[in-house]
């Protein structure tokens, strides 16, 4: 599991971008918004894949979690 948040109050909503597998997730802070897009890569082999996210803030710098359990 991949999992990123921004630290505190929040309100969360996502979606996929339309016609692809880009999870599209936006949280509204107090202070922020924060946006992530997450997509599963082609894997190279059997026994790994490539996983990659973007984490974005819009106005200015927010503190994330981010938590990776394989």
Do not use: K
């Not at 921004?6 to 107090?30: A, F, K």
């Not at 202070?31 to 106005?59: N, T």
């Amino acid at each position: 599991m991949f999992c990123v948040s921004p630290v505190g109050r929040q309100v969360w909503d996502g979606y996929y971008e339309p016609g692809t597998l880009i999870w599209h997730s936006r949280w509204v802070t107090t202070d922020e918004v924060l946006e992530c897009r997450d997509v599963l890569g082609f894997p190279s082999d059997q026994h790994g894949l490539a996983l990659l996210g973007r984490v974005e803030a819009c106005e200015r710098d927010v503190r994330v979690r981010v938590r990776f359990d394989a």
